[in-house]
């Protein structure tokens, strides 16, 4: 009882003081998990609008598989980015293994179909009679899209929302493919993993209460955001 | 100059129910034309179609424009406008809703702003203008659509049932705006109700559907 506690305002003060260490982890988690959200809206927005405006064969089959894989394993999806990266792979040449951009390749796969998949259940719920109306009013067939996805922006954000939410607490594929280097590929997952392995609780304490808070901010945007969705609607 | 529409043997069926037969009209002089007739007869189908929002099984729509034919396009969909009867309010500003088939025709600005405020106290809104236009009562929501039709300044405006689910109020209010806009030049108007005497003060020519057919109830003016 008392080591947890001991432990627990070790982990304040190391928050409070703001440790360089501890500053170093969560910069580059956030650069980490920020940049491949960011991948991942720029290449799941269109692909997401493309599915919800036009027909094309094989579509459906795409939308289950996105549907499928927003809940691929970590693991399974560090273990796929290894095998590619690793020095006899295919890729291996490129010799991003154990470097953050490989970090940020996993986490662009984990966050994609979350983003793509998310994104196109809110274009296709807009009420149809928002693309009546944008016609009845002269649209051209691009301006009625963008009409459309003017009213699934609520929509539209959750899913990004909900995408950072998965790359920020995610721990398996980082860990395999970013290797938990010190200084150079370790994030707050990874370090509170090893960190805890080693019995080393302040530091991933800390680690984990700033996680904690950062998931915590990331939920409530989530729900003013989906409050305010549905703020107008009165029929 | 005004444009007119001359509907011929206008055909619809849906899931090979036939809804609309031959209907045929010449809507050229302008005015308000008021088509009535039962629940499910066909009117707001009729509407669809003379304003381009979806196309006939057969038959033709042909606008014109001083007796000369003028090509469906994107040119001619932007001189007419139809109300539906559900509206379609985006999830933005009153002042937004209106603003928006401006800003599609790259009408900005000063410009803008002027021409909402002037559509918006025609049809008395104007102290609604910064609610949420998803948040307007049934009658104040009609007024937005038929703001939101004027703006651009159509030279047909079709009306589905811009009076259905509105309190009397309401519904006088938008008679009066209807009023206000013939005796100012305005569009042609060609619009659905279901209230008789409503099509009876209103109306220059009335029309019916009955069994898929189009008549003329009699001219008025
Ligand atoms: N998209 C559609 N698909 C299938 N059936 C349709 C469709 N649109 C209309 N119908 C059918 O066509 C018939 C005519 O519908 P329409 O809405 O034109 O009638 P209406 O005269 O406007 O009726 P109301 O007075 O109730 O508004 C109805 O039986 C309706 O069910
Ligand atoms: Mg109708």
């Known amino acids: ?235 | 100059m005004r444009l007119g529409i001359e509907v011929s043997n206008i055909t619809k069926k849906y899931n090979g129910d036939p809804i609309l037969r031959n209907c045929s009209f010449s809507f050229k002089k302008p005015g308000v034309y008021i088509l009535t007739g039962p629940n499910g007869c066909g009117k707001s189908t009729f509407l669809r179609i003379s304003s381009l929002i979806e196309p006939p099984d057969s038959g033709t729509v042909i606008f014109f424009s001083d007796d000369n034919p003028v090509p469906a396009d994107l040119q001619l969909r932007r001189r007419i406008t139809l109300v539906l009867p559900k509206v379609g309010v985006f999830n933005a500003t009153v002042f937004r809703n209106i603003a928006y088939g401006l800003k599609i025709r790259g009408i900005h600005g000063r410009e803008a702003e002027e021409k909402v405020n002037r559509a918006l106290e025609f049809v008395r809104l104007s102290h609604k203008k910064d609610q949420n236009g998803l948040t307007l009562s049934s009658g104040e929501t009609q007024r937005l659509g038929i703001a939101r039709a004027l703006v651009i300044e159509p030279e047909i405006l079709f009306l589905d049932e811009p009076t259905a689910s509105v309190d009397q109020k309401n519904s006088l209010i938008i008679e009066e705006i209807i009023l206000a806009m013939k005796k100012e030049n305005g569009p042609t108007v060609i619009m659905t109700t279901h209230d008789q005497s409503q099509a009876n003060r209103l109306a220059d020519t009335l029309l019916v559907i009955r069994d898929g057919v189009l008549s003329a109830g009699g001219d008025r003016k």
């Open chain 1, 1 to 235: 009882m008392d080591s947890i506690i001991e432990s627990f305002s070790k982990a304040l003060s190391l928050i409070l003081n703001l440790d360089r260490e501890l500053r170093e982890i969560i910069f580059l988690s956030i650069e980490v998990s920020g940049t491949a959200l960011i991948a991942a809206t720029i290449i799941g927005l269109p692909v997401s609008a493309l599915l919800g405006f036009k027909r094309f064969p094989l579509r459906g089959a795409i939308i289950s598989m996105l549907n499928t894989f927003m809940g691929l394993p970590p693991v399974a999806v560090g273990l796929f980015i290894y095998l590619l990266l690793s020095r006899s792979g295919p890729l291996g040449f490129l010799a991003l293994l154990y470097t953050p951009t490989a970090m940020i390749i996993a986490q662009t796969i984990l966050a994609f179909p979350i983003v793509a998949s998310l994104s196109h259940s809110a274009i296709v719920s807009v009420d149809p009679i928002i693309r009546q109306a944008s016609m009845t009013l002269g649209a051209t067939p691009l301006q009625i899209s963008l009409a459309i996805i003017r009213e699934a922006r609520y929509g539209i954000i959750s899913a990004v929302i909900a995408g950072l939410g998965r790359v920020m607490a995610e721990v398996g594929a980082i860990l395999i493919v970013g290797g938990n280097i010190a200084g150079f590929t370790r994030v707050m997952t990874t370090t509170i993993a090893m960190e805890t392995d080693k019995g080393n609780f302040e530091l991933a304490l800390a680690l984990g209460i700033i996680l904690l808070t950062i998931s915590l901010l990331i939920n409530l945007a989530l729900y003013f955001i989906q409050k305010r969705g549905v703020a107008g609607v009165n029929r």
